[in-house]
């Protein structure tokens, strides 16, 4: 008899049933005894999680999973505190009291969607620590490696309905959106396609693009939870989109949910939104729904709201510039009667810092990281501002015909507010950071094609040597192009660096014959202070548009 809950990916039963082995290299769990049908402690856990009469196979996994979790019930907890540490800052997707509260007391042995997105964030926050983004001092990384973040990932995707009929409910939503999230954390980016895709899915069935079709009994917690889950994924759409290609899932035309409310977890309660102490700082009107009719001081929700301003602009920037090579697709062109020519970079770009100047000044420095998540949870926002609006000009200047000094000058403008930022917080970011800086890698690669002065070569090789100390490693470089090869000696020919390969052939996308497999020689990368482990990636994929 079959479970109405297949989970996804299913292999052989041997590998599947989950009893943990404390084997460092061990990925995945060695199996555990068959469970019994009756006077088995993890069978009598409520609705949608128990397992039917008499064997059944998922049913089996489900419990083992769970006598897994109890059987590390400390390092989860652990590694939930790290999530609030480096992961929360940037996807706030849990609010903290509630989830650790519901962590303490066992709910999500009793929930089958809560286990799944609980083991998506320990396999998350797991694969951070690997690759070295802690920064307190009150961890230690070898501590929170075992459980691998494998296992925990393995455990969540064995708890999402194979059904998705039966995946009902926001906790499987939030289950798949961290699941793409850890796959971009460890380099499979077709893993994080399928959940990103997943997500999608479950959204479009239950509504979750409008709050009215929200369940009407949810509390003040689930609804802010909801609201920055949505536009957490939003931005996660069109930075993969730009990143990797594909197609924009989300648009902003078609979100009818509201901005998370701009205030901090401990004011936001089952029954409504408390009203923090006033204070001299500046301060900013309530963004929530009349539940607090006064002014309070700015929070870090306030700089979060804002990089997700910055990537509804990226939203239609990327439209702008997929526009500009539509026609290559033999269609007749409509667009142009619905919208006005696209804005120049410099036209873009002296908006959105119009923008950024009326930001409180907390959210446009970055000072030191502190330790103290209150304070430091301002600096991250900074950070992120900062990458973003990197993001969005190399975008920008991908779409534009300029000259090499052009680029130089952004990229080394690129390089300089990178270094300016603590490497604390860019550790923390951690991977996705890596792809903003694989964009700077991108321009820089776009000035080799042909040849180049002596001059040229020269200004260009400096900036490289800057951009080798916030590069990636050679993990997810990818192939790497030595041959052995050095730069021509003879300075009175035009210098071609043996590290900046030929364009393709022309296809007749003007696009793509832009897009060069550009990457940075062995000697620049030596310094790199970022201990990733990427033995699963797919690949370091340059800035694109498909």
């Known amino acids: 008899m079959k479970s109405d809950h297949d989970p996804i990916g299913r292999v052989s039963a041997p590998d599947r049933a989950p009893g943990y082995s404390a084997s460092p290299s061990s990925a995945v769990p060695n199996p555990a005894p068959r469970a019994p049908a009756t006077g088995d402690p993890w069978t009598s856990v409520g609705p949608g999680w128990d397992a039917p009469d008499g064997w059944d196979e998922d049913g089996a996994l489900r419990n083992s999973w769970r006598a897994f979790a109890v059987s590390c019930d400390q390092q989860i907890r652990n590694l939930v505190q790290v999530y609030f ?7 706030p997707l849990f609010h903290k009291p509630t989830f650790i509260e519901r962590i303490h007391s066992g709910e999500h042995l009793r929930n089958q969607g809560l286990f799944a997105s609980t083991m998506a964030v320990c ?30 990932y393995a455990a969540a995707k064995d708890s999402i309905p194979r059904d998705l009929a039966n995946a009902k409910g926001f906790n499987y939503m939030r289950a798949c959106a961290v699941l793409a999230i850890a796959s971009i954390q460890n380099g499979q980016i077709k893993n994080m396609q399928k959940y990103a895709g997943l ?32 536009w957490s994924i939003y931005t996660l759409d069109i930075y993969s989109t730009i990143v990797w290609g594909g197609v924009i899932r989300h648009r902003e035309a078609h979100s009818l949910v509201r901005y998370p409310s701009e205030v901090d977890d401990e004011f936001i309660t089952p029954h409504g939104y408390g009203i923090p102490p006033t204070s001299p700082e500046s301060s900013a009107p309530s963004q929530g729904e009349g539940h607090m009719v006064s002014r309070q001081p700015v929070t870090w929700m306030h700089g979060w709201n804002f990089t997700t ?7 239609h ?3 702008g510039t997929r526009r500009r090579f539509s026609s290559a697709n033999g269609t007749q062109e409509v667009w142009s009667l619905f919208s006005p020519a696209s804005m120049s970079e410099p ?38 501002i900062q990458a973003t609006l990197q ?27 990178f270094s300016k930022v603590p490497v604390e917080y860019l550790k923390a970011i951690s991977s996705p950071l890596l792809h903003h800086l694989g964009g700077v890698g991108y321009i820089l690669g776009s000035v080799m094609e042909g040849s180049l002065s002596d001059a040229s070569y020269q200004r260009v090789r400096t900036l490289l040597r800057l951009h080798a100390n916030l590069s990636p490693p050679e993990s997810l470089r990818g192939p790497s192009t030595p041959n052995g090869i050095s730069p021509v000696e003879n300075k009175s020919e035009p210098i071609v660096p043996p590290y900046a390969q030929a364009a393709p052939p022309s296809t007749g996308n003007a696009m793509g014959d832009q897009l060069l497999q550009f990457q940075i020689p062995q000697e620049l990368l030596a310094d790199w202070p970022w201990p990733l482990d990427n033995s699963h990636s797919e690949g370091f994929l340059p800035l694109a548009f498909e």
């Open 317 to 319: 920037v990327v439209d």
């Open 309 to 315: 301003d910055l990537y509804r602009v990226l939203e």
């Open 391 to 417: 993001l969005l000009r190399m975008v920008l200047l991908s779409a534009e015909e300029t000259g090499l000094d052009r680029k130089c000058d952004v990229a080394g403008e690129l390089l300089t507010v």
């Open 85 to 91: 540490e480096i992961v929360y800052p940037i996807f």
């Open 347 to 384: 036209a873009v770009m002296e908006r959105v810092r119009s923008m950024y100047a009326a930001l409180p000044p907390r959210f446009r420095e970055t000072p030191p990281i502190t330790g103290d998540i209150s304070r430091d949870l301002f600096g991250f926002q900074s950070a992120n």
């Open 123 to 152: 396999s998350l926050v797991s694969g951070r620590a690997r690759d070295g983004a802690l920064y307190s001092t009150r961890w230690r990384r070898e501590d929170l490696l075992h459980p691998p973040s494998e296992t925990f």
């Open 199 to 230: 997500y999608h899915t479950l959204t479009l069935m239950e509504g979750f693009h409008d709050e009215k079709l929200w369940p009407k009994d949810i509390s003040p917690i689930e609804v802010e939870e909801r609201r920055r889950l949505f």
